[in-house]
């Protein structure tokens, strides 16, 4: 969008209160997330021996929709089988959240997985008094069921019960940011050990930076499967085409707000967002926020909610760092055949 571009009215805004806001739940399930999905469902399977599934793309993609959309779908496919057996949670979803700690909380991690199996959690729970002799005050000591190690215990097998299948991490970058390194390969260790005990496969979603827990060991390396959720790029035809079937989808779904006045923007909106779909909901969001508010729609609006340079520079330098360091590490080499030991013999 150049500068000389003046604001054109298109339409009054006459949706209904909200309809901006709906843009930001709004889940397409577009082609990317559909390659990923299906390459996923592939690999989860009973006795899988990739403990841990890796999702690894840049900030904006769309990561998120994509584990929710995982968890949803499995929840449809078993839906058959949750209604002859209401105890049965065979997918769940759970960010690792950034506690605010020095270390990755894993009681803090653990209790929002147990949340989303509802099942009763034991948290700890600690009687305070005054010792007669000392007169300091005093805290009984914790029972084993509600240290970490026995809330550990107790979300193994409440996972076991629930007959869950996989378990989805989002935001699975904070447990590399809260972490030391010397202590990488024990959060990772961990993971791998919840997966064995439970009888699930762990699914981690998040940034370029999950990619770097591969060198940490060959036996973690081994169990480990790493999928690229790439960008629509502009460079590629059938992208171009997938990421305006994305903006469609968008104007579709708020025309009261901005009529067909989406489309004709598809290709900088391709450029601003560096093909980001979850980025995009969030520019058109915005653009839909500033309509509202004015109670009519013009492409001065959409300028406004577009990234910055600054932005958008900050965000391509991360996603060109982040596709240079994974895509080598992704390139498999398939052996070429042996040649025959010796060649047979004309036949005159």
């Known amino acids: 969008m150049n500068a000389t571009d003046k ?7 006459a949706g209904p209160p909200g309809l901006a806001q709906s843009l930001q739940t709004l889940r397409i399930k577009h082609t990317r997330i559909r390659q990923v999905m299906d390459e996923l469902s592939c690999l ?15 900030t904006g993609v769309g990561k998120s929709a994509l584990a929710k ?13 949750m209604q002859a057996d209401a105890g049965i949670i065979p997918a769940v979803y759970v960010e690792a959240r950034a506690s605010g700690e020095d270390d990755f909380s894993w009681r803090l991690f653990y209790q929002s997985v147990q949340e989303q199996l509802d099942t009763e959690i034991e948290l700890p729970k600690y009687h305070f008094g005054i010792d007669a002799g000392t007169g300091r005050m005093m805290r009984s000591r914790s029972p084993k069921d509600r240290t970490l190690a026995g809330l550990r215990t107790s979300l193994e097998k409440a996972l076991r019960h629930r007959k869950t299948r996989f378990l989805v991490i989002d935001e699975a970058a904070h447990i590399i940011h809260q972490t030391r390194r010397n202590r990488l390969e024990i959060q990772l260790d961990t993971l791998k050990s919840l997966a064995n005990q439970a009888g699930v496969q762990i699914v981690m979603v998040g940034s370029y930076d999950l990619f770097q827990l591969m060198s940490l060991s060959g036996q973690l390396a081994r169990r480990t499967h790493v999928l690229h959720f790439e960008r629509y790029r502009q460079d590629n035809d059938s992208d171009i085409r997938a990421f305006r079937a994305c903006v469609q989808k968008f104007q579709d779904a708020a025309a009261s707000i901005w009529g067909q006045g989406l489309m004709p923007y598809s290709d900088v909106l391709h450029e601003n967002t560096l093909g980001c779909i979850g980025t995009l909901s969030a520019v058109l969001t915005r653009a839909a926020k500033l309509a509202e508010n004015k109670g009519s729609w013009s492409t001065e609006h959409l300028r406004t909610a577009l990234l910055s340079e600054l932005q958008r520079q900050q965000i391509l330098e991360e996603i060109l760092d982040g596709e240079a360091a994974i895509n080598p590490g992704l390139t498999r080499v398939m052996p070429k055949l042996p040649k025959a030991s010796g060649q047979q013999r004309k036949v005159a």
């Open 7 to 13: 604001p054109t009215s298109v339409l009054n805004v």
């Open 44 to 58: 989860i399977y009973p006795e899988s021996q990739d403990s841990i599934l890796m999702v690894c793309g840049p």
């Open 69 to 81: 959309h995982m968890v949803n779908a499995e929840n449809e496919r078993s839906a058959a089988e």
